[in-house]
């Protein structure tokens, strides 16, 4: 049964892009396809960082400790959309105009702080396979630590971004902050011990 939990995972991980390409190919989309790809892509790249943070408490709290073994694929899918969420916004929406997604970048501040993200992301998405781990033994851990910095500007980036409805990323920072919480207190009372 255990071989049988990471093919599942990697096709659920798949759901989401595969039903936005329906609507895609079946013209549900609004008048303004390209802000629907990039909101797509961005919800379901905080989506998958969240869900990947979810791992450990998950683990510690109810004992799942066979989830460990799916944290890297969900970090991978994070990533994933992430890259989905970077090309949409350069290609469809920037048209590729290297002088606008450089000026977007200094002069927005949620496009920033969502670069910045996505430019973290990707010595974590290059360093996920077992040669890096054993590679970078003790240094790799403290690297893909960066993911709760990664999470937080992406929260950010979600929040500058809406401008009136805050319900989402609301939630989305409320989440972020109790498994920030459980991280934080697991931590003190490791030291203290």
């Not at 013209?27 to 905080?46: H, I, R």
């Amino acid at each position: 049964m255990r071989w049988l939990i990471k093919p599942v995972l990697f096709l659920l991980c798949l759901v989401p892009l595969g039903l936005f390409t329906l609507q895609v190919v079946s013209g549900e989309l609004s008048a303004d396809p390209v802000k629907d790809a990039t909101l797509f892509t961005g919800d379901w790249t905080l989506r998958f960082l969240l869900i990947t943070l979810c791992v450990t408490p998950l683990r510690r709290i109810m004992g799942w400790t066979w989830l460990l073994r799916l944290r890297r694929m969900l970090g991978l899918y994070a990533f994933f959309y992430a890259c989905l969420h970077f090309t949409v916004w350069f290609w469809l929406d920037r048209e590729l105009q290297f002088g606008d997604i450089l000026e977007d970048i200094i002069k927005r501040p949620y496009i920033t702080v969502g670069f910045s993200a996505f430019v973290l992301l990707i010595p974590l998405a290059v360093t996920s396979n077992k040669f890096s781990i054993r590679r970078l033994k003790q240094g790799w851990q403290k690297l893909h630590k960066l993911v709760y910095l990664i999470a937080i500007l992406g929260v950010l980036h979600f929040i500058w971004l809406v401008k009136s409805d805050l319900l989402e990323p609301t939630i989305y920072g409320i989440i972020l902050i109790i498994l920030l919480g459980l991280r934080a207190w697991w931590d003190r009372q490791h030291k203290a011990s």
